[in-house]
């Protein structure tokens, strides 16, 4: 029995780990090869503290939190600003010192660790044999996968898996990519720290075996067995690991010491041939037991045909209105109201005021004094040759780029300098070309993750209000549902957006950007990469968009799509914005001509 | 030795029905069109119409996802780049079109990587310098370093290295000034008319295009809406509805 | 802390970094050019790094061959292991990874790191260190420095492969056609080379290299499963500080971390050496942070699935 128990306390010590493990790499997207070495830093500490202090279990616990949490904030703040080539660096070099200094440093017991861990108790009760170990095992556990769960399977967890999938992107709807990496790391760093703590109590010493980069790799692959972004899986990848020792020991009845050299042999195997042929691993992401054994004896997801264009919404369903909304909005018209064509003509507003925008990149001009407007309800065209410069006026205003100087002002406010970010929630997103949609989520996740003003998007309220989390979760689902109608996406609502025809991926995006509510919408080649069919149903929702009273300004080659949406064209030519007005104006101009089609 | 355009009937590549795009993203919906010996073909058209897309899809930088492609009259709709330059294709990209990090002569060098005899190279070689006289002088120069004329002329030394038959060229006068894109477009004439070599050139610059080529095909958003002689394009008064 | 500022310390300690620092190069070139021109992060270089220095041993122990012929064995062992795994492993996973490339590339690196480590335990009976026989190690004075014939021997070994290899890319034709490939994927495409087999010489140079540099370190003290793993760090580490540099800059970087890191003990106990490197780094990373971003579009380029092996 109690061998029993000992297997079991270790499970559920590297469910621990794999769980919080997972909830960086498998949910956000954040390589870290140094899981043991945080439990390394729990660890320790409270081998430390007991031995020199003989402090309680308790206190132990939540110091070593708090220094493996405050590891993993000085890791995370240098090496979350990079790509994963240097995270992978990083963390691995913080592996490495960790396992070196331990090894080498007396006040930590050098190669023999700090030994005799023994003699501890929690409220009276002794925690010496493994099964009277076993209750705080499983409720520090469960509370940490319970964390874990929480933090990843939530409207949070829905932006963690939307960096994952595409950061540019996620900052483009609004969200603040730094600051959720570098809490997932503190905290996911601070959760290892406990799970060291556990496993320094139950081998009775903190040694640099413990928390070796052997370690390290063992929970990786306990997390990539398990599947990545998947929380149950993490369950399962961390019993099957974990057994391999006494399977090698008492199934194949190899020694001891064998017994550990296979199993990590072993798992290292299964870690290439997981990677060859199915690295999602054993369970797919965002699916529960249930669904799970579902999907697999019912139909394969949705996969559409590509010929298929979606019966739109369009102009038989009104868009979703505005939540709050900053000043007078137009009152949404009902769709069978003539919709009286727009032109320059009428004295609307400027919403975007963009003053003498720069840009040089090394000896480059791409954008040069461009100054211009958007009016309210109105569609813009920037159109010109390759190169003029009309992609980098989109990362400007939105402060993907800094300019080098230029003022750009949004209902009065300027944005110049302000974080893409920040401009998304004062109200001006964009689309990118390239769609950059969620692949792995499904469509309605792609939407939801777009709409502003979500509680369960801040970590606080996320814990402890949950029924205002869960009402505002809700609403949110809601109105991302509204959105997928108006673009005729509602049927496609759960399936992932990856397995899309590219063109329906276009309408997902579109929905997307749109649930960001904001008033200015720059779409970045709207028409492009697709067939007329679906050019078609695009051109008539952005139509849709005018009477909501949204601002829209697109870049386009296609000059027949600019010709039916644009209220007003702006030329561009290397940089600069050389003339504007009607299509019919634009063209009839000589000079645009020879510029455009070179001369003779 | 120069071969003069008397074989112009024949085609060297046909292109009929291709499909093609970039993993799930379709941007051609179906092209046909050929190129024939010693011809100058223009395939004019917006940006995002597709046209880069074909060029790279015939090279075998990218699959086909239908269509053939027949060159030389052996089908090479799968067929690798490797196979195809072997067979004298030859392509510039539209950017990044040199190696930036190796010099002018290693740019060159490369072009002829499959050229076995060294004195072939070395007399191609100095028939480019011949052409290009400012190449001869930066021979040791990172090519990365030049201005973007310099490494445009570079780049049609290094496909020329490789004596083609058939030259692919995307939007050469992007980014150039009038005059050198007067000379790059001269010397493009010049190989079609003194080596009978065939090149299919995309530009949106029709002006230019129309100098030399000898027909043309307008393609938008993945399809092909038009097909006419140079002669013909030219007398049009403008081009605003074929973009 | 002990601070020992003479002149014979000092020299020593020059000396001393002189020696790591020439390892450290030979790292760096040989994990860099992978690196750079694949773009696989190649953790197993660590696997590599341990096999060719225990079949270098045993090639020594049973067939009693001299040091030099054990270097070349043990080499091409590691070259022929390194071009298998590009072959069998990365370049299946890379083909169906697609966007996911890096972190699933860096995973089965991983693996095969990790099962080969343990298979060499096993093979060669678990935790023994292995001797390099036919090595006779006699100390030289010079003043009062000290070193080895070996520590001459390596430094020798290690800057005249660096030279050849900086020579070849530069001057031959195949050299040529790596540095292509290294500069402009889509180009190299252009002119008809095939980037598969360019990645597969480059792994059979970088695995050559990473050989030697496995067989010197087991020579010096001894072989054991694990050696890989500091080594691979210092590779990564002056890879990544290099950059895109050409072979010299990078075999430059490296001799520079070897006398910092040598020179600290100068300030610091020599057990956290390794520390100070840890804290270049972060440095490094913290205050320029521009260097990385031609890392990251070299990195991607290689990705892309028209390039991509």
Redesign the interface.
């Known amino acids: 029995m109690e061998l029993t128990f000992t297997y079991i306390d270790e499970i559920l010590i590297f469910v621990g780990f794999a769980a919080s493990l997972n909830l960086l790499m498998g949910y956000t997207g954040q390589?870290s090869?140094a899981p043991a070495a945080f439990g390394a830093l729990g660890g320790y500490a409270m081998g430390y503290l007991w031995i020199h202090q003989h402090m309680p279990i308790i206190w132990d616990l939540l110091i070593a939190l708090g220094v493996a949490g405050v590891g993993g904030l000085l890791v995370g703040i240098?090496?979350l600003?990079?790509?994963?080539?240097?995270l992978?660096?990083?963390t691995?070099?913080?592996q490495?010192?960790v396992t070196?200094?331990l090894d080498?440093?007396n006040a930590f017991g050098g190669t023999y660790g700090l030994e005799d861990i023994t003699g501890l108790s929690i409220f009276g009760h002794k925690l010496d044999t493994a099964t009277q170990q076993f209750p705080l095992i499983i409720v520090v556990a469960a509370i940490i996968v319970a964390i874990c769960w929480r933090l990843g399977e939530s409207p949070y967890g829905r932006v963690l898996r939307a960096i994952r999938e595409d950061e540019t992107a996620t900052r483009a709807v609004g969200k603040n990519i730094f600051a959720y990496k570098l809490l997932i790391f503190t905290v996911t760093s601070a959760l290892a720290g406990v799970a060291g703590v556990l496993l320094v109590m139950q081998s009775s010493v903190a040694s640099p075996p413990l928390f070796s980069?052997?370690q390290s790799?063992a929970i990786?692959?306990m997390v990539?067995l398990g599947g990545m972004g998947n929380l149950l899986g993490s369950v399962v990848g961390a019993t099957v690991i974990t057994l391999t020792t006494p399977f090698f020991q008492y199934a194949v009845k190899l020694s001891a010491?064998?017994s550990s050299?296979?199993r990590?042999?072993?798992?290292?195997?299964?870690?290439?041939l997981i990677?060859?042929?199915r690295?999602q691993g054993l369970v797919p992401e965002g699916v529960g037991p249930i669904r799970f054994l579902r999907r697999r004896v019912g139909s394969r997801g949705a996969a559409v045909s590509?010929g298929v264009v979606p019966a739109v919404a369009g102009p038989g369903v009104m868009p979703p209105q505005a939540i709050g909304g900053n000043g007078a909005r137009p009152q949404l018209r009902l769709a069978s109201e003539a919709i009286v064509p727009r032109t320059r003509a009428d004295s609307e507003e400027a919403v975007l005021t963009v003053t003498d925008l720069s840009k040089r990149f090394g000896g480059i001009v791409a954008v040069d004094g461009v100054s211009f407007e958007l009016r309210r309800g109105t569609i813009t065209a920037l159109v010109g040759?390759?190169?003029a410069g009309k992609t980098s006026v989109f990362n400007l205003l939105t402060g993907a780029i800094r300019a080098d100087r230029g003022s750009v002002v949004l209902n009065g406010t300027e944005v110049m300098g302000m974080l893409p970010n920040q401009v998304a929630s004062r109200g001006m997103v964009r689309s990118f070309q390239?769609?950059r949609v969620f692949?792995r989520l499904s469509c309605l996740s792609n939407v939801a993750v777009a709409v502003n003003q979500q509680a369960g998007e801040h970590a606080i309220p996320l814990f402890f209000r949950p029924v205002h989390v869960a009402s505002s979760e809700r609403a949110t689902r809601e109105r991302a549902m509204r959105w997928l109608e108006f673009v005729g996406m509602a049927s496609m609502a759960d399936v992932p957006v990856g397995s899309?025809?590219?063109g329906q991926?276009k309408l997902v995006a579109l929905a997307r950007v749109l649930a960001t509510d904001a008033e200015v919408l720059l779409l970045d080649?709207p028409?492009?990469?697709?067939?007329?069919q679906w050019?078609e149903v695009m051109l008539g929702l952005i139509e849709a968009l005018r009477p909501e009273g949204r601002t829209v300004c697109i870049v386009e080659?296609?000059?027949?799509v600019v010709g039916r949406l644009a209220d007003h064209i702006y030329f561009m030519e290397l940089g600069r914005i050389t003339a504007e007005g009607s299509l019919d104006e634009l063209?009839g101009d000589r000079r645009l001509?020879?510029a455009?089609?070179?001369?003779? | 030795m120069p071969v003069n355009g008397q074989h112009k009937g024949e085609a060297l590549l046909e292109v009929h029905g291709l499909r093609a795009g970039y993993g799930r993203k379709e941007v051609v919906f179906g092209v046909d069109f050929h190129v024939g010996e010693g011809e100058i073909v223009t395939v004019l058209g917006h940006n995002g119409a597709g046209k880069t897309t074909t060029l790279k899809t015939i090279f075998g930088m990218l699959p086909a996802h239908g269509g053939r492609i027949v060159y030389r009259d052996q089908d090479v709709t799968h067929a690798s780049c490797r196979h195809n330059v072997l067979q004298g294709m030859s392509l510039i990209p539209s950017e990044r079109f040199v190696f930036p990090d190796l010099t002018v002569l290693d740019n060159l060098r490369l072009g002829a990587l499959h050229v076995k005899s060294a004195d072939l190279r070395a007399e191609r070689l100095a028939r480019i310098h011949e052409m290009f006289p400012i190449l001869s002088g930066r021979s040791d120069q990172a090519a990365g370093t030049m201005s973007g004329g310099e490494q445009r002329m570079l780049s049609l030394g290094v496909a020329m290295m490789a004596n083609p038959k058939l030259l692919m060229l995307d939007e050469p006068s992007l980014g150039l000034a009038p005059s050198l894109v007067q000379l790059i477009f001269d010397a493009i004439r010049g190989l079609a008319d003194d080596q009978g070599v065939s090149v299919l050139l995309l530009e949106q610059n029709v002006g230019q295009a129309l100098r030399i080529t000898d027909r043309v095909y307008v393609m938008r958003s993945g399809r092909m809406i038009l097909e006419e002689t140079a002669e013909q394009m030219s007398s049009r008064h403008q081009y605003w509805d074929l973009f | 802390m002990h601070v020992d500022l003479s002149l014979r310390n000092f020299l020593q300690l020059l000396v001393n970094g002189l020696i790591t620092g020439s390892t450290f190069a030979l790292l760096g070139v040989s994990f860099g050019l992978i690196l750079n021109v694949t773009g696989r992060f190649h953790f197993a270089y660590a696997f590599t790094y341990a096999l060719s220095a225990y079949i270098a041993a045993e090639v020594g122990l049973s067939l009693h061959a001299s040091f030099s012929v054990a270097i070349i064995i043990g080499a091409l062992a590691g070259m022929v292991v390194g071009v298998l795994m590009e072959l069998m492993v990365y370049r299946p996973v890379a083909k169906r990874a697609g966007v996911y490339a890096l972190l699933t590339i860096f995973v089965s690196s991983l693996g095969m790191a990790i099962a080969g480590e343990n298979l060499l335990s096993i093979i060669f009976h678990t935790a023994a260190s292995y001797s390099i026989s036919g090595v006779s190690i006699s100390g030289i004075s010079i003043g009062q420095i000290d070193f080895t014939n070996l520590d001459v021997q390596q430094v020798a070994v290690f800057w005249a492969l660096i030279v050849v290899l900086a020579i070849v890319l530069r001057r031959s034709m195949f050299g040529r056609m790596i540095r292509a490939v290294r500069s402009n994927p889509e180009m190299s495409l252009a002119v008809g080379i095939n980037p598969r087999t360019i990645f597969l010489a480059v792994f059979a140079i970088g695995s050559v290299l990473a050989g030697v540099a496995g067989v010197f370190d087991a020579a010096q003290t001894a072989a054991t499963p694990s050696m890989g793993y500091n080594p691979i760090f210092y590779a990564f580490t002056v890879a990544f500080l290099a950059g895109s540099r050409p072979t010299i800059g990078v075999a430059l970087i490296g001799l520079g971390v070897g006398l910092v890191q040598s020179l600290s003990s100068l300030f610091f106990q020599s057990q956290y050496q390794d520390l100070v490197v840890f804290v270049i780094l972060f440095a490094y990373v913290a205050l320029r942070p521009v260097r990385v971003r031609t890392l990251m579009t070299r990195m991607t380029q290689r990705l892309n699935p028209a390039t991509a092996g």
């Open positions: 390589v090869v240098p090496a600003r990079l790509t994963t080539e240097w992978i660096l990083l691995l070099a913080f490495t010192i070196a200094l080498t440093m980069f052997d790799t990786i692959a990539i010491e064998y050299l296979w990590l042999v072993g798992y290292g195997l299964l870690l290439v990677m060859i042929f690295s590509e040759p390759n190169g390239d769609v692949p899309l025809a590219f991926q080649e028409a492009s990469g697709i067939d007329h050019v080659h296609n000059l027949a063209t001509a020879e455009y089609f070179g001369t003779a």
